[in-house]
């Protein structure tokens, strides 16, 4: 059987002493982590200012509406008269349900139609 030397090993992979020399440099332990890219960002973000749209945040829906100041409502999309999922009118800069046509401000008080009351907030 052929014995394995450090020598031969070396030999065998030179790239193992620079990755062994790194792993063992000092400050190596305290190097800040890569960058993980855009999942961890708030999906809100990508919300314009003075717009609305309806995300699906952690595996909820979620209603976002950004005002000018970039202050974000966060509310429930479901319309509280039946149960429908309204949506942003950007035109109107309202949230609309395509049911039964109610109305909701940007930050969910009832403006018109068949609900009774104005968008929860998100939970
Ligand atoms: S379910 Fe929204 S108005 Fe009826």
């Known amino acids: 059987m052929r014995r394995i030397t450090r020598r031969s090993l070396l030999r065998m992979v030179p790239g193992a002493v620079v990755l062994l020399l790194g792993a063992c440099a000092p400050g190596a332990a305290t190097q800040p982590a890569a960058p993980v890219g855009t999942a961890q960002e708030d999906p809100a973000a990508a919300v314009e200012p003075g717009q609305g749209a309806v995300l699906s945040i ?14 974000v409502t966060r509310l ?36 018109a139609g068949p609900a009774s009351k104005g968008l929860d907030p998100a939970s």
């Open 76 to 111: 429930s999309p479901k319309c509280p008269h039946q149960g429908c999922e309204v949506g942003w009118n950007a035109k109107d800069k309202v949230w609309e349900c395509p049911c039964h046509g109610s109305r909701f401000s940007p930050s969910g008080e009832r403006l």
């Open 58 to 71: 952690g595996g909820k829906k979620v209603a976002v509406f950004r005002d000018e100041a970039g202050n």
